[in-house]
């Protein structure tokens, strides 16, 4: 920042770009904080902004508008986190542009001496949240489709039933931003609707009425719109890119439709003819349309991230301010003569009841006649009532709406008891909530009997007992809550300690403030809701593939940083996600994991980046979701689950279902098959392990590549070369991935199927066919490579590269159940009849039938490798046999016991043949539990006898495969062990 203008640098290429605009500010450093906790330039320093200087640019501009009857807004636009509700409201003893000017205008009102002149001020607050607007002063609870919005052809667009709060000094207004704050903080801990998400408008509106010497009043009016918008990042998550569900969220149409109006306007000021400006597309813009393009003296305040990682995000918002200042509003005094006002409303009052009288129009049309009777006539005693009455009347409502309980007394308890304070993303609502723990038994719950009601996704009826003995604290879940205190899930009672962090379902933070004795001035600031979130993130064991970066560290640090702190903020919204999909009976379960592009690229390049992986728990299937088209998801998935706490019928169909996807090909994992050996001529043969993101043993793959002559025939050993003696020549070699074994994602279901594919010198992918429902696959695939003439770009390409071989996923193949897969994949939380309960469960004992079939294929294959094991172990026993004859012939034999050679051939013999006895044994056994296996699927299917409980028929049979399983296994490596320890005597 230099004078007026704001210059960015982009980090990767230093090229820079520079803003000009009426005031640029610094507030990220060189500042100190006095005795008093207020933030001020350091001394010798002039580059630090203080929250009073900014008033006194901006916020004092206001209010002299305020003064001379103008219309006046002020708004915040910028990502979350760039210091928005910071400029706006402030914190702590720094106080924002709000308070400071509410604290100024009451000091000139205080000093205003002319018994002419009568000033009042009135205050009113909302929360736009997904185009439903909320009056943040109601305690009560309010309609589930929130206030409306009307329109009035002289006013413009109004909010219909908002409580409009008379006031008479700076303190009350403290006292009902407070208690709006805290109505906000207990909806964001329900849905999670935090500031970077919704909508805050403060409207102050301030009346000066003046008598003159004729006894007639003059009003002079003005509307001052304090705007804290949600967090400029969700401006384009309209939809996501590639995502088959196009449409975007209400959540974020507001912010979207905020942009669109600000380019349009931004044209109309150019000169461009005929642009329609959208206001009606939102509620917000609906109410901002005086602020934005109307009647309105209006300042816009940009507020940017420094943080080089936030470049781009804090572009966008530089080039969003500098078309909003080409806005050009032509503002007029608003004064009119009291009298007129009232006369006006009478003369439409009278049209309007004439309107009503004639009837025989529409039934709509008729209640919009009345509602606008009703709200004339309201406006009118309005107008009637003096305004001491009005204050005394907002006195009353305060009073029943708190008990009469002073501040101060509620306050008092939780200065002397341990306490529950609530944790949130945004540091203006964080604090707000206290829950003192009185000595006995305090309950958390979203029941109403619970003693604390905290209501939010993944919170039960009962949550959590917490009992305080006087001296210590602990608490204790309720079967089946989720909680978790300090990232470690709570499974049995706990004492707390002083400064614990609680977590209650999917999204209720709380940090545990304990006994006087233990608290230290200013000790909670270290836990906020960044230190939550990074603590839960470490316990999942995410610090360790992220590796977490510490201060002063190198630039591949930095962007470790940045993707730990991507995994961080999605962990509060994979919790909800998986929350929703429980409530909901989805049967759909997120997780976060780190992709590893490395394992994709041939020269192991490439950074991480968070996805996230969906698995449907009833089908089985698994998708590969990147982290935008979750949070577009996520978005539908709000609003659906909004939908359903209203009670309203949800859609059935699958089209418009966020937890619903086509089947896709999931990679599964990779290895890298260095080719340097290849420029030698030398072939390579040998098994490979394909690993995962995580780094996990995913199968095992034999790759098999063979340098060829010109006529295709295989080189052997003596073929090796130099790489220069190749320049020039033809090349040709052969890849070939016989086999892969281990296959981790077949064993786990038989429908699965899995391909192998690879990319070389840049050409088309190579494919293998896909082998279904087995762990050992033969692939058989050979792929032969023919270069012309070798270049030393080829030789530097094998000396360089690696040859990467994927293994990929399939899903729903040929033996998938018979009941429709799609409609597998969709199940919706209203549940099925038992009709169709039936024919699941016949459908899943068709399904271990087939894997029944597959076993008995997998037992014929294992007795083929036995067979061609035991040729092998002949042969090589032949070959020792020679090799022994060949040395007695070459020199004297040594002096040895003849019995106990004998005895060792016999030995290994006998244990070759002890070994393949048992195995052939317990094979027999394994044959006859699959053929009971199979004739009982029989009875169960045709039979009458299990049909009256089918669970328990098919749990039968479920155990019964697992039984043939283990046993087919344990024959299995005992005959391995067996046959290595006969190999290993050999050698000796």
Not at 63 to 86: I, R
Not at 876 to 895: F, Y
């Amino acid at each position: 920042m230099s004078g007026d203008s704001t210059t960015i640098k982009n980090p990767e290429n230093g090229s820079t770009k520079m803003f000009a605009f009426d005031y640029s500010y610094w507030s990220h450093d060189s500042f100190q904080e006095n005795g008093e906790g207020v933030f001020t330039p350091r001394s010798g320093s002039t580059k630090y902004t203080d929250q009073r200087r900014v008033f006194q640019d901006l916020g004092q501009g206001v209010l002299d508008n305020a003064w001379q009857g103008y219309n006046a807004a002020l708004f915040a636009y910028g990502q979350t986190g760039s210091g928005k509700s910071y400029s706006m409201i402030g914190y702590g003893p720094n106080k924002g542009i709000v308070p400071i000017t509410c604290e100024e205008l009451f000091k000139a009102i205080e000093t205003n001496k002319d018994s002419q002149k009568q000033l009042q001020v009135s205050f009113s607050m909302l929360e736009i949240y997904n185009e439903k607007v909320k009056d943040l002063l109601v305690k009560s609870k309010q309609a589930t489709e929130g206030l409306k919005i009307r329109q009035n052809p002289q006013a413009g667009f109004y909010v219909d039933g908002l409580r409009n709060v008379p006031v008479r000094n700076y303190k009350e207004i403290e006292k009902l931003m407070e208690q709006g704050t805290v109505n906000r903080t207990t909806a964001s801990t329900n849905m999670n609707a935090t500031s970077s998400r919704s909508h805050m408008v403060i409207t102050i509106r301030f009346n000066q009425v003046i008598r003159n010497a004729g006894g007639e009043s003059n009003t002079r009016s003005s509307d001052i719109n304090l705007v804290d918008l949600a967090g400029s990042e969700r401006a384009d998550s309209t939809g996501a890119t590639g995502d088959r569900l196009k449409e975007g969220s209400a959540i974020n149409q507001s912010l979207s439709t905020l942009g669109n109006v600000i380019s349009a306007l931004a044209d109309i000021a150019g000169g461009k003819k005929n642009v329609l400006v959208p206001y009606r597309n939102s509620v917000l813009t609906k109410l901002l349309q005086t602020a934005l393009g109307g009647n309105s003296r209006t300042i816009m305040i940009a507020a940017l991230s420094p943080a080089d990682i936030n470049y781009d995000e804090t572009l966008s918002t530089l080039r969003y301010a500098d078309r909003a200042k080409k806005i050009q509003n032509k503002a007029v005094v608003n004064e009119s003569p009291t009298d007129r006002l009232i006369r006006e409303l009478k003369e439409e009052n009278a049209r309007l009841m004439a309107a009503v009288g004639k009837g025989g129009g529409k039934a709509d049309d008729s209640e919009e006649l009345q509602r606008l009777l009703r709200e004339n006539e309201r406006r009118m005693a309005d107008m009637d009532k003096t305004w001491e009455q009005k204050l005394e009347e907002a006195r009353r409502e305060w009073e029943r709406g708190h008990g009469g309980v002073d501040h101060e007394e509620e306050q008092a308890e939780w200065r002397r008891l341990p306490y529950f304070t609530n944790v949130n993303e945004d540091t203006q609502l964080s604090g707000v909530i206290k829950h003192c723990l009185r000595v006995g038994e305090t309950t958390f719950g979203k029941s109403s009997t619970a003693t604390y009601i905290i209501r939010g996704l993944g919170i039960q009826e009962q949550h959590a007992i917490i009992k305080n003995s006087g001296s210590k604290v602990t608490m204790e879940p309720v079967k089946g809550a989720k909680i978790y205190v300090n990232g470690i899930k709570l499974k049995a009672k706990q004492e707390l300690g002083h400064l614990s962090r609680i977590k209650f379902g999917s999204s209720c933070l709380f940090l545990y403030v304990g006994q006087v004795s233990e608290r230290k001035a200013n000790d909670e600031k270290e836990y906020d809701y960044d230190y939550f979130m990074a603590e839960l993130a470490e316990h999942r064991g995410v610090a360790i593939d992220l590796q977490t970066p510490k201060i002063n560290e190198s630039m591949e640090n930095l962007k470790s940083y940045v993707l730990f702190q991507e995994f961080m903020d999605l962990l509060p919204q994979i919790s909800e996600a998986n929350a929703i999909s429980l409530e909901l009976n989805k049967g759909v379960k997120f997780e976060a994991e780190i992709k590893t592009p490395a394992s994709h690229d041939a020269l192991q390049h490439g950074g991480k980046e968070v996805i996230i992986q969906v698995t449907n728990e009833k089908t089985k299937k698994v998708w590969i979701w990147s982290k935008e088209k979750f949070l577009h998801r996520k978005d539908l998935m709000e609003e659906l689950y909004c939908r359903y706490m209203d009670g309203e019928s949800l859609p059935m169909g699958r089209d418009t279902d966020p937890f619903w996807d086509p089947v896709e090909d999931i990679f599964l994992g990779s290895c890298h098959i260095m080719l340097q050996s290849l420029s030698y001529c030398v072939e390579i043969d040998e098994h490979f392990t394909l690993h995962n993101y995580h780094g996990k043993e995913e199968a095992v793959m034999r790759v098999k590549i063979f340098p060829l002559n010109d006529k295709g025939e295989y080189l052997g050993d003596e073929s090796i070369v130099e790489p220069r003696e190749l320049l020039g020549k033809p090349f040709n070699f052969e890849i070939s991935i016989p086999e892969c074994m281990g296959v981790r994602w077949c064993s786990e279901d038989r429908s699965r199927g899995v391909y192998c594919k690879f990319t070389i010198i840049s050409k088309e992918p190579v494919k293998s066919q896909t082998v279904w429902g087995k762990g050992y696959c033969d692939f058989g695939l050979k792929h032969r490579v023919r270069e012309k003439k070798v270049t030393q770009e080829f030789i530097n390409y094998l000396q360089t590269h690696s040859l990467v071989v994927e293994l990929w996923g399939s899903q729903g193949g040929p033996y998938q159940s018979t009941l429709n897969e799609e409609d597998q994949i969709h199940q919706t939380f209203n549940g099925s009849n038992g009709h169709a309960q039936s024919d699941d469960v016949f459908s899943q004992l068709k399904n271990k039938d087939l894997e029944i079939e597959h076993l008995t294929k997998d037992l014929d294959a294992m007795k083929k490798d036995n067979f061609n094991l035991k040729k092998k172990l002949d042969k090589q026993q032949t070959q020792i046999d020679m090799k022994k004859q060949r040395r007695g012939l070459s020199s004297a034999p040594p002096v040895v016991d003849v019995s106990q050679a004998s005895t060792t051939d016999v030995g290994l013999d006998a244990d070759l043949a002890q070994a393949l006895r048992l195995f052939f044994k317990d094979v027999k056994t394994v044959q006859a539990q699959i053929t009971e296996i199979k004739e009982y699927a029989k009875m169960s299917q045709h039979g009458s006898s299990d049909n009256g409980n089918i669970k328990k028929a098919l749990g039968k049979q479920e155990q019964k495969l697992h039984e043939v399983e283990s046993k087919l296994s344990g024959c299995v490596d005992s005959l391995k062990e067996s046959v290595a320890n006969t190999l290993r005597k050999a050698k000796r």
